[in-house]
């Protein structure tokens, strides 16, 4: 199969746009066993694989995709091979676009459309129609070869991973945790992952829920890890020792502590957190949170609301998962009454009565490691 593949973003580079065509025709390598080739603002590539389309889908920086037939710069070769693309199409009535980069070509753009459509129109009795047509033949003119495309998906745009630089993502096994992790990746950072969890107090299946995520996860990236944290012992020295109101942050603010022990490359810790979506997530609780940390501390959706976020979680594919019923150590030993408006004093006075060092070494040294 002979594929065109399209960027956006990366078109409006400058001196660099160089690297980031290499990293993702690395990345798209990485995908699908093919032989690929740089052009003018594209990248085309020839694979034996059936069906390749769902893997280019996951390779970020991808704007849009499209098998080909490929053909000479030959107006007559063009029409014969586009009648052929039109004949597979069950349809009654379609109009032809042109994109021509190659401005040494006899035609313009509309002078090649009239002329394939009226030839189109000959050979198949069809309707020409230039509104709301059945099917849209879209060619393109390149420097050496022209394109007729027979179908095109879009891909989700963004920069190819690892092509700006790497992130330790907090995944809560929840629907939003994963959805800002791809967001990362989809801002050209190669992502590991943490998950706190609280097994053996918990079914097994929250662990195998999180996994499975992770692999999902894994897919649209190179490699990546995923480090498992116990978290049991800690949240019980809070419950024992803190204020109530006071547990879910106080959670918060180990997890980052135990986080930035993993952070070897890592240039930011990720986090899943929208803007007053839950107690926790209020500014002054966020700042609260962060002071703990002199790390860049990135929330991808912190503006969005829990509709757009779920939006995103269907079109990643990892909805699905998420939404299966099984705890997590944010759902362990909640309070009732949570604060909502923490002052950092009241944090730290709270924070006296707890082992921090020997509570976090001992998360460290229980930590297990899926790659």
Do not use: W
């Not at 597979?88 to 002078?111: A, C, G, Y």
């Not at 049991?232 to 020792?241: L, P, R, S, W, Y």
């Not at 912190?302 to 099984?326: C, N, R, W």
């Amino acid at each position: 199969m002979k594929i065109l593949v399209r960027y956006a973003e990366i078109g409006l580079k400058g001196r660099n746009r160089g690297f980031f065509e290499k990293t993702l025709m690395r990345n798209i390598k990485n995908k699908l066993d093919c032989t690929i080739t740089r052009m003018s603002g594209r990248i085309f590539l020839e694979t034996s694989d059936k069906d390749p389309f769902p893997k280019l889908k996951k390779v970020f920086g991808i704007a849009s995709f499209s098998e080909v037939l490929k053909t000479d710069l030959d107006l007559e070769v063009i029409k014969k091979e586009a009648l052929k693309v039109l004949k597979e199409k069950d349809i009654e009535s379609f109009k032809v676009e042109t994109q021509r980069s190659n401005k040494q070509f006899e035609l313009t753009s509309p002078e090649i459309s009239r002329e394939v459509g009226a030839f189109l129109e000959e050979q198949t009795k069809l309707e020409v129609k230039l509104k709301d047509p059945d099917f849209v033949l879209n060619l393109e003119i390149q420097n050496k070869n022209s394109f007729i495309i027979r179908q095109t998906e879009q891909g989700f745009g963004g920069l190819p991973v690892s092509s700006a630089g790497k992130v330790l993502s907090l995944l809560s096994g929840g629907i939003d945790s994963p959805v800002s992790s791809l967001m990362m990746m989809k801002r050209g950072c190669s992502v590991d992952f943490i998950h706190f969890h609280n097994y053996p107090h918990v079914k097994k299946a929250s662990i195998d829920k999180v996994k499975d995520l992770f692999n999902l996860l894994k897919d649209y990236q190179n490699s990546c890890q995923l480090i498992l944290i116990p978290f049991t012992d800690v949240q019980k020295e809070i419950v024992t020792k803190c204020p109530a109101k006071l547990r879910i942050l106080l959670y918060r603010r180990f997890m980052l502590r135990i986080t930035e022990k993993f952070m070897v490359r890592h240039q930011a810790i990720v986090s899943g957190e929208s803007l007053g979506q839950v107690s926790s997530q209020t500014l002054e609780n966020m700042g609260v949170v962060n002071q703990i940390t002199s790390k860049l501390f990135l929330r991808p959706l912190v503006g969005m609301d829990k509709v757009d976020i779920i939006d995103l979680a269907k079109q990643f594919g990892t909805y699905e998962t998420s939404i299966q019923p099984h705890e997590d150590c944010c759902t362990f030993f909640v309070p009732r009454s949570p604060e909502t408006k923490a002052r950092i004093g009241e944090i730290e006075l709270a924070e006296k009565d707890l082992d921090i060092d020997a509570l976090v070494k001992a998360c460290v040294d229980s930590v297990e490691i899926i790659s």
